[in-house]
């Protein structure tokens, strides 16, 4: 595993906040290759073999496709390569407001994801910061996956 260089550091969640409504940057090109898939089925606790776990892509019986799920497993690490936030004490997934899928990914596709800062709110003890996660696909016009991402964090 590589270490990962965020392309955007924030100096404090102050100046994160100030950042809403900026698109943050994009993430390096992820690989979805067949051994991560295979990895990302075993430790989710099935078998790729499963009926239903991947389908022929449209028009083709021999291209397939990986479950959502997997692009989902891959935010946090593209989060952590497009921005950090120094003298934050935690920063911790809250979860998912909103979550779409407008295009399958072939196993062998390259991924990639771009962060918009969507919003802040001010908590006891921190921010909750929603963050637009658009996931593209390489060489494909429709993203695999638009999420709206709300992470707490805290000083």
């Keep these: 595993m590589h270490r990962i260089v965020a392309m955007r550091n924030f100096s404090g969640l102050d100046e994160l906040v100030s950042a809403k409504g900026e698109h943050l940057g994009y993430s390096e090109w992820f690989d979805l290759t067949e051994e991560r898939v295979e990895k990302f089925a075993a430790a989710a606790g099935f078998s790729t073999q499963e009926p239903g776990f991947r389908r022929a892509a449209e028009g083709s019986a021999v291209s397939t ?51 918009e800062l969507s919003g802040a709110q001010g908590v006891p003890g921190g921010w909750l910061v929603s963050v637009r996660m658009t996931v593209q696909i390489e060489n494909e016009r429709r993203p695999a996956c638009v999420a709206d991402t709300v992470s707490l964090f805290l000083v």
């Design 65 to 115: 496709v990986h479950p959502g799920c997997l692009t989902l497993g891959l935010l946090p690490s593209m989060m952590r390569a497009v921005f950090t936030v120094e003298r934050a004490r935690s920063g911790v997934n809250f979860g998912l407001e909103k979550v779409r899928f407008p295009c399958p990914v072939e196993v062998g596709a390259r991924v990639r994801g771009g962060a």
